[in-house]
């Protein structure tokens, strides 16, 4: 599988922006010619809401753009952050557990990533 993540400068910024802030589990999927909605997905969580929230400020204040649009920051279940060409999904533990959107796009080219 060749490394899609090399080539979009963006994702890369992103996945390092949330690595910063040990997100667990991240990963990025290539959805391009999967979705109309998005070429790229991270899915990641954190263990604690301050963990989930420090994650997302970290995406959305270091990045050179703002998102289109911000979802569930007040809760800190699942964040969802969208930066048209990517969107960003971090969720708590339980609720990544539970909703398990990796399964839904098992079709798509996966990188994993971690901070160590």
Same mark, same amino acid.
């Given at each position: 599988?060749?490394?899609?993540?090399?080539?979009?400068?963006?994702?890369?910024? =992103?996945? !390092?922006?949330?690595?910063?802030?040990?997100?667990? @589990?991240? $990963?990025?999927?290539?959805?391009?010619?999967? &979705?109309?909605?998005?070429?790229?997905?991270? $899915?990641?969580?954190?263990? &604690? @809401?301050?963990? +989930?929230?420090? =994650?997302? !400020? &970290?995406?959305?204040?270091?990045?050179?753009?703002?998102?289109? @649009?911000?979802?569930?920051?007040?809760?800190?279940?699942? +964040?969802?952050? !969208?930066?048209?060409? $990517? =969107?960003?999904? =971090?969720?708590? @533990? !339980?609720?990544?557990?539970?909703? &398990?959107?990796?399964?839904?796009?098992?079709?798509?080219?996966?990188?994993?990533?971690?901070?160590?």
């Amino acid at each position: 599988m060749k490394d899609f993540v090399k080539n979009q400068p963006l994702l890369k910024e =992103i996945i !390092d922006l949330a690595l910063d802030k040990k997100a667990l @589990h991240l $990963i990025a999927l290539d959805v391009r010619g999967l &979705s109309s909605m998005t070429d790229f997905m991270i $899915i990641c969580h954190g263990n &604690s @809401h301050p963990q +989930v929230k420090a =994650i997302a !400020d &970290s995406i959305r204040k270091g990045t050179p753009q703002k998102p289109r @649009h911000l979802e569930g920051y007040e809760n800190q279940n699942w +964040v969802l952050i !969208d930066y048209f060409d $990517i =969107i960003i999904h =971090i969720f708590n @533990h !339980d609720q990544r557990e539970y909703y &398990s959107l990796e399964r839904l796009w098992d079709d798509a080219p996966l990188k994993q990533f971690s901070d160590e």
